[in-house]
């Protein structure tokens, strides 16, 4: 069954350091979000990205973020001064059509020492 | 703003017993769809099952059912039959037609008891 992957699974970086999260979302979805989400806390948006360029994106979302599709395959999340409170698990997603289930990967666990 | 609310932080039931989890939320929209999904301790979070607003039948899908109360704004969720492997966090979440972001609500926590 086709999956969404993540890579790192984990990364630990320091503090103001750039880091760069890697997704290869479904091959023939369209539609591709990031999400967080904060030890013990709940899933929160972060963007959503379609046609090559963001369609959404939440207040969490500030210019420290960036998201790319370089290529056919990887859709990237750039975090480019990490903060501490940056520390969280970063899920990526993606949906085949508007409306559709929403798949998410298997996360990227960043700790910000 | 659509909210997403679930009422019990915390669950637990007996292997082989039935657990209902509860779900409400909050949107002024008639077309939307509903989703739960599981987050085991792995952390990743794998769909359970879905709901289309505009359809009246309760989705199921194996030993999970909802039960849809669309005036209510209510969406719980019930797994028959449970097994240890269903201990897990599980979202409710919310989602508009279209390409709008999911709205998770807070999570509860499920145990099954051997």
């Known amino acids: 069954e086709p999956e969404v992957t993540q890579t790192p699974s984990h990364q630990v970086t320091q503090m103001g350091q750039e880091v760069i999260l890697r997704c290869v979302p479904i091959s023939n979805h369209l539609y591709f979000y990031w999400y967080r989400q904060i030890l013990g806390q709940k899933v929160e948006f972060l963007v959503s990205?379609?046609?090559?360029?963001?369609?959404?994106k939440s207040e969490i979302f500030d210019d420290q973020f960036s998201v790319e599709r370089p290529d056919g395959s990887n859709f990237t999340l750039k975090i480019r001064s990490t903060k501490l409170e940056d520390s969280a698990m970063y899920f990526c997603a993606s949906s085949g059509g508007r409306g559709n289930t929403i798949y998410f990967g298997e996360g990227s666990w960043l700790t910000v020492v | 703003a659509q909210t997403v609310t679930q009422s019990q932080p915390e669950m637990s039931v007996q292997e082989a017993e039935t657990v209902t989890l509860s779900c409400t939320y909050d949107t002024s929209e008639s077309d939307y769809y509903l989703f739960w999904y599981k987050q085991p301790p792995s952390r990743q979070m794998i769909l359970v099952i879905r709901?289309?607003?505009?359809?009246?039948q309760n989705a199921t899908e194996n030993r999970f059912s909802v039960n849809f109360q669309k005036a209510a704004k209510s969406f719980s969720l019930k797994i028959s039959d449970s097994q240890l492997g269903d201990a897990a966090m599980y979202f409710c979440?919310?989602?508009?037609?279209?390409?709008?972001?999911?709205?998770f609500g807070k999570g509860t926590r499920l145990s099954v008891i051997a």
């Open positions: 979440a919310y989602r508009v037609t279209g390409n709008t972001p999911l709205v």
């Open positions: 990205f379609y046609n090559n360029e963001i369609s959404e």
């Open positions: 709901q289309e607003a505009y359809k009246q």
